[in-house]
């Protein structure tokens, strides 16, 4: 399972409770800018995932990003348009930005989606848990690999 | 008083437009500055800035006696002896090795002057003693004292100030000296100069101090708040103070 070609890396995750019992994957393997494998069995899902994008209090994209969904008014100008995310890179380098962005660019401000270690003074109601499930990060992946343009 | 008022409040107008002349080279902006014209006018019209309400309060409060020792604030402090006080704390208190601001210095006095219980955090009695001693600073530059004991402290709130925290994994500096001026979501991110306060904020439908200001943006970055009490706070006020040197106080603010 693990492949390590000479720019793969590691990276051991902590398995949140919440889901402990659909058997999440708690190593996570990158190769090169990518997470070839899925995170989670389930199929991501890109109609899910549009919403969890759009979700001021779930996915928090819109917060900083601008996207194609336009009944969303209020969108961020602290990083760049998701339009065309889909065209600029393959599913598994969405995979690795959305999971722990750091790994490319370690002075990002994007925030790790599915990484709980490293982190300082986390709100005891987010202690230990990522901030998408593995489930989730798919369906957000499903979704960016749509936005072709 | 309420004479008083009315010219304070028309020199307030002043002061904005003065603050936004502060000259081209300082790019340093309050959050009023940052905020719609509708908002602006509320927070210089002294008959339209809900704070005014409070400083009216603390200033009921200022003159009432309290406590074991039966004596009010002004009992000790005569009339316009809190001008240019807002603008110096936090400061260390005489026969103390740490520094308190301006609500912990209001409580001392109501501990060891007064003798009575101190006023709980963010309660409407402290934070209207607070918006009517912050009153009389409206106008004044922000004037950190000198005091060389306070560095270490200035100094812990600097790398708070700069250090990633919470489940975000970002930092103040990151969204109030990287990105102000952007949009996060529909707002303007603000530099974070701690001009107005405390402050009135039409999200809360209250008067709310700085604390209660530095809380809100840790519990967005999923950060555990410090406890009201926390010498965390007293520290990232003395560093934005320091930020904000020379920039003009207008208390009571008024935010979104």
Not at chain 2, 41 to 68: C, H, I, S, W, Y
Not at chain 2, 229 to 245: G, T
Request: hydrophobic letters at 40%; aromatic letters at 6%.
């Amino acid at each position: 399972m693990v492949r390590a070609g000479p720019l793969a890396v590691l990276l051991a995750l902590a398995a949140p409770a919440a889901w402990a019992q659909q058997g999440p994957r708690d190593v996570v393997v990158v190769e090169g800018d990518a997470i070839p494998e899925p995170l989670a069995t389930r199929p991501g899902d890109a109609a899910r995932g549009r919403a969890i994008v759009a979700n001021r209090s779930v996915g928090l994209c819109l917060l900083c990003h601008s996207g194609p969904i336009p009944e969303e008014r209020f969108q961020g100008t602290l990083a760049p348009s998701l339009a065309g995310a889909g065209a600029r890179w393959s599913v598994g380098q969405l995979r690795l930005r959305i999971v722990d962005g750091a790994r490319l660019n370690p002075d990002t401000i994007m925030p790790p989606y599915y990484r709980t270690t490293g982190l300082r003074r986390v709100a005891r109601t987010f202690e230990g848990k990522t901030i998408l499930t593995a489930e989730q990060v798919e369906d957000v992946v499903a979704y960016l690999a749509t936005l072709k343009e | 008083m309420r004479t008083a008022w009315i010219a304070l409040g028309l020199a307030s107008v002043f002061v904005a437009t003065f603050a936004l002349a502060q000259g081209a080279a300082d790019k340093r902006r309050s959050g009023y500055q940052d905020m719609g014209e509708a908002l602006q006018k509320m927070q210089d019209d002294d008959t339209a800035n809900p704070g005014m309400l409070f400083v009216q309060l603390g200033e009921q409060l200022f003159g009432r006696p309290a406590g074991a020792a039966n004596k009010s604030c002004a009992d000790c402090h005569g009339a316009g002896s809190m001008k240019g006080v807002a603008a110096r704390y936090p400061a260390i208190p005489k026969d103390a090795d740490k520094p308190v601001d301006l609500e912990g210095r209001i409580n001392l006095c109501r501990t060891a002057n007064q003798r009575a219980e101190p006023l709980a955090p963010e309660s409407r009695d402290l934070l209207s003693l607070e918006a009517y001693v912050a009153f009389q600073s409206r106008g004044q530059p922000i004037a950190p004292p000198s005091d060389p004991r306070l560095a270490p402290f200035r100094a812990q709130g600097a790398e708070i100030y700069r250090r990633r925290q919470g489940q975000l994994n970002l930092s103040c500096a990151i969204c109030h000296d990287d990105n102000a001026g952007k949009k996060l979501a529909g707002v303007t991110i603000p530099q974070a100069h701690p001009t107005g306060y405390p402050i009135y904020r039409l999200e809360w439908q209250a008067l709310g101090s700085l604390k209660r200001r530095l809380r809100n943006c840790l519990i967005g970055l999923r950060a555990e708040a410090y406890a009201y009490d926390a010498p965390e706070y007293v520290a990232l006020e003395l560093y934005l103070m320091d930020r904000a040197k020379g920039m003009l106080l207008e208390a009571p603010g008024v935010r979104p």
